[in-house]
């Protein structure tokens, strides 16, 4: 019972380059999420996905894309990275953003990765 | 949107209780209050959530005012493994969406 896989969890880019952030989760979740995390700062949202073959800006979504692959698959893509872009990523997923009979109706409860430490010098 | 008024830090001794206040006074009548972790540079762990009623589960209590304006976690003997950063979050954004913002947190340090 894995949970949330992400791959790779360390990455170092040069400013240009291009990568895919890779989040698989095993618990037939609906809703997919990422994350971002700077030094001392609480967890912003770059993009979710409700549901299988949708996706949404959340509230840093510049410089990034998504894919929502399939149920289990979510991938963040960086075209350009710049440095601004160094972090820590982590993808979450959820039953459903409307929640469950689980955790009550209107209910969010997110299942998160260990996260990806991006570099970009 | 619903904000989150947390302190930045506490201390707390080892086996005692851990009480972490948040305020929300501006919280909407269907949005719930949620508890997370975070250890170290892990990934956020999920505690607890409720939405009037006090809940409890094998991690901890949450205790919601009346008023729905405050809410306090408590973890009943902390260890020295409870040491983290604890978010307390609503739902943020406009009717339809239910995502989930994460502010600094109060990053709680357990001491021997």
């Known amino acids: 019972n894995a949970g949330v896989t992400q791959t790779p969890k360390f990455q170092v880019l040069k400013t240009g380059q291009s990568m895919t952030l890779q989040c698989a989760q095993d618990?037939?979740?609906?809703?997919m999420y990422w994350y971002r995390q700077d030094p001392g700062m609480g967890l912003r949202l770059i993009y979710y996905?409700?549901?299988?073959?949708?996706?949404d800006k959340g509230e840093v979504p510049n410089g990034y894309n998504v894919s929502r692959l399939n149920k289990r698959e979510f991938s963040l893509r960086l075209e350009s990275a710049a440095p601004s872009q160094t972090s820590v990523y982590f993808c979450?997923?959820?039953?459903?953003?409307?929640?469950?009979?689980?955790?009550?109706?209107?209910?969010?409860?997110?299942?998160f990765g260990a996260g990806s430490r991006l570099t970009v010098l | 949107d619903a904000k989150t008024t947390q302190p930045p830090s506490m201390d707390c001794a080892e086996g005692r209780a851990a009480n972490l206040p948040c305020n929300h006074s501006t919280i909407s009548g269907n949005e719930y209050v949620y508890w997370y972790r975070q250890i170290h540079s892990q990934g956020p762990q999920y505690i607890i959530h409720?939405?009037?009623n006090n809940e409890t589960n094998e991690m901890a209590s949450l205790i919601i005012t009346e008023d729905r304006k405050s809410s306090t976690l408590i973890l009943p003997h902390a260890t020295l493994r409870d040491t983290a950063v604890y978010y307390c979050?609503?739902?943020?954004?406009?009717?339809?969406?239910?995502?989930?913002?994460f502010g600094k947190g109060t990053k709680l340090s357990v001491i021997p």
């Open positions: 979450a997923s959820s039953e459903s953003q409307f929640g469950s009979w689980r955790t009550g109706a209107g209910a969010n409860v997110l299942t």
């Open positions: 996905s409700a549901s299988e073959g949708t996706t």
């Open positions: 618990m037939n979740h609906n809703s």
């Open positions: 409720g939405l009037k």
């Open positions: 979050i609503v739902r943020v954004t406009g009717a339809g969406s239910y995502q989930l913002t």
